[in-house]
């Protein structure tokens, strides 16, 4: 493949380029004047401006002649190999920047030069003092072996060999594996798709066993299943098929978040009707949850989503960020794009649920980065910029609501979901989830309860007000006493038994941060 470029033509497209390298979002020639005296800085700057003019102009100039879809990352080489022979610099001095650094050219034009721009000035800022002419030149290298090692991980046939022409010039552009291997794959939406037609039941099965009567006569014999064997022979679920166990209705609190999602699932219901009268991306707000671990945040979403019966798609947010650059944005739209081609292909709504929002909506004063500067971006548009889809909910959950930047936090409504403020509502989330365990188990199993006793926890650490906890408390002392039912010792649980689950528990956890403490002073 030979691609012909001459100086005139250069010259000719540059308007468009020194746009958007000198607009208000990059302003990279002042960036570059500031860093070293103006002679040698106007220099850089022209070989800069002429290696993304070349790109761009290698790009159109492929997609008139070659039927493949690599149009950019087969113009970055060729772009980065005459940008890096015409700078022509002898030196074995280098930088470590962009070691294991990458692009996702997958995205569309301009996203990945905009990535390109936002790597060169975090170089400067990174190296600086070091020379610019060095950072420069790591730079076209690393431009052109990035771009070729993804048309290699996407299978490129380099059966013919790559030439650019500039003017009187003929340059090979070489074919030159990465050190690192293989790019990441990029984030995988589909393990994360739930796909919901009705309102879900909590069918969480247990293997259960049956008890011989001489355990307790006075009780009839649980009806349990056999295990279940797939089609493959693999162990499938038990089933108490005469349990229907709504985890709704069992959400002790946090009125003011099943109001905002009741609301929500009726305009989902009558879609239609709002559709007709306004446009669907007003429609449907987006939400943000805040609050303390362990409050209910993760299941109230997850419960709203069973009960509006669509597609849900729960994103844990540590998973999307990416330490390749421009990455983290590429997983982020990727979600939304996922979640448009459902869509498309009839789905009628789809909610998306970003957990532990702040791994990705850092506030980007804090953090001063251009990679953070895409990723707000591209959050923004596609809640609601230009970007957003119709149809598709949005909403998050962060423990660290200050974290969050502020132009994201615009675009949520905000839903605290906190701690109960008073003994009643402790003792509300101790009795729903008795009652949840004991309607899901067909037996009583818990005895008159003194809460006084177990709120005295609450009063020396606001955690154990914590659904969560108290949830793995009173089913951790629930098990202690089957093992006493199936020693033949038969009696429900009672405070006293709680109350040692909520002292081991408290002993747990003091261990655990006398450890972390020990951790940190270096104590074995």
């Not at 390298?21 to 070989?47: Q, W």
């Not at 009726?266 to 007003?282: E, G, P, Q």
């Not at 990705?360 to 548009?381: F, H, L, M, P, W």
Request: hydrophobic residues 35%; proline residues 3%.
């Amino acid at each position: 493949m030979e691609i012909k470029l001459t100086s005139k033509e250069i010259s000719e497209n540059e308007y468009n380029t020194l746009r958007r390298l000198n607009g208000k979002r990059f302003d990279l020639e002042n960036k570059i004047n500031k860093y070293f005296s103006k002679n040698s800085s106007h220099n850089l700057f022209d070989s800069l401006s002429n290696f993304f003019i070349m790109q761009e102009l290698i790009k159109e100039k492929i997609s008139r002649v070659e039927n493949t879809t690599y149009y950019l990352s087969l113009a970055t080489s060729m772009a980065a190999t005459v940008s890096d022979y015409n700078l022509n610099l002898n030196s074995d001095l280098e930088t470590d920047f962009f070691n294991n650094k990458q692009v996702n050219y997958g995205q569309n034009f301009p996203l990945p030069t905009n990535d390109l721009i936002s790597m060169y000035i975090q170089a400067m800022e990174k190296n600086f003092p070091k020379p610019l002419e060095i950072i420069t030149n790591d730079f076209y290298k690393w431009a052109h072996n990035d771009s070729i090692s993804y048309l290699k991980s996407n299978d490129f046939d380099f059966s013919q060999d790559l030439f650019v022409v500039l003017d009187d010039s003929k340059i090979k552009v070489p074919i030159i594996e990465q050190k690192s291997g293989k790019r990441v794959a990029s984030f995988d939406v589909s393990k994360y798709v739930i796909s919901s037609k009705s309102p879900i039941e909590n069918s969480v099965k247990t293997n259960h066993t049956v008890m011989d009567s001489s355990i307790n006569s006075n009780k009839p014999k649980s009806h349990i299943k056999p295990n279940e064997f797939g089609k493959n022979g693999s162990v499938g679920p038990l089933v108490n098929s005469t349990l229907k166990v709504f985890e709704n209705d069992y959400i002790f609190g946090h009125e003011n978040v099943k109001e905002a999602f009741s609301d929500l699932e009726f305009r989902v219901k009558n879609r239609d009707f709002f559709a007709s009268r306004y446009h669907l991306k007003k429609v449907f707000p987006s939400y943000l949850l805040v609050g303390p671990p362990g409050t209910g945040k993760t299941t109230l979403v997850e419960n709203f989503a069973k009960q509006c019966g669509l597609v849900f798609i729960k994103v844990p947010c540590p998973e999307l960020v990416s330490s390749y650059f421009g990455q983290t944005s590429a997983n982020i739209h990727g979600v939304y794009q996922s979640a448009k081609k459902m869509i498309n292909n009839g789905a009628s709504g789809v909610i998306i649920f970003f957990d532990e929002f702040d791994h990705i909506a850092k506030n980007r004063d804090k953090n001063g980065s251009q990679e953070y500067d895409s990723v707000v971006t591209t959050i923004n548009e596609n809640i609601g910029g230009g970007s957003s889809v119709p149809g598709v909910v949005t909403i998050a959950a962060t423990n660290c609501y200050d974290k969050i930047d502020d132009a994201i936090k615009s675009r949520f409504k905000k839903l605290e979901v906190l701690y109960p403020s008073t003994d009643a509502g402790v003792i509300g989330i101790h009795k729903s989830i008795i009652k949840s365990m004991e309607d899901y188990s067909g037996e009583k199993m818990f005895d008159r309860i003194n809460y006084d006793d177990l709120l005295t926890f609450c009063e020396s650490d606001e955690r154990y007000k914590s659904g969560r906890i108290i949830d793995q408390i009173l089913h951790e002392a629930s098990m202690r006493n089957d093992v006493r039912i199936l020693n033949g010792k038969h009696g429900l649980v009672t405070t006293a038994d709680l109350l040692v689950s909520y002292q081991g528990h408290k002993i747990s956890e003091t261990s655990k941060n006398y450890k972390e403490i020990g951790d940190r002073i270096g104590l074995k």
